[in-house]
Nanobody, 118 residues
């Protein structure tokens, strides 16, 4: 079993920055992918960014050049640095950890509210 605990988020003005962090605990396998999804009111949950344990990253087109995902494998943490935030970035952000061990496993954090507003 894996537990994910998020921190960060909050209210920021357009053009500002925020940083989200997520710490995984429990039986975390070495080979895994961590990342972030978000869900805005009335919309489906969407991918923001992913990072593998080897450091390969992928981003949604809407955040490329503004968001940076990173991780610390020894501490099982993943972070999302969000710069040049826009009102349309307003959403609940969820941390994800997924891996395959025969079956596919996915674990989610509790969600962190990010609000971009003047």
């Amino acid at each position: 079993q894996v537990q994910l605990v998020e921190s960060g988020g909050g209210l920021v003005q357009p053009g500002g920055s925020l940083r989200l962090s997520c710490a995984a605990s429990g039986s975390v396998p070495g080979l895994n992918t961590m990342g972030w999804y978000r869900q805005a009111p009335g919309k489906q949950r969407e991918l923001v960014a992913l990072i593998t344990n080897s450091g390969a990253t992928s981003y949604a087109d809407s955040v490329k050049g503004r968001f940076t995902i990173s991780r610390e494998n020894t501490e099982n943490t993943v972070s999302l640095q969000m710069n040049s935030l826009k009102p349309e970035d307003t959403a609940i952000y969820y941390c994800l950890l997924k891996y395959r061990a025969g079956l596919f496993y996915e674990y989610w954090g509790q969600g962190s509210q990010v609000t971009v507003s003047s």
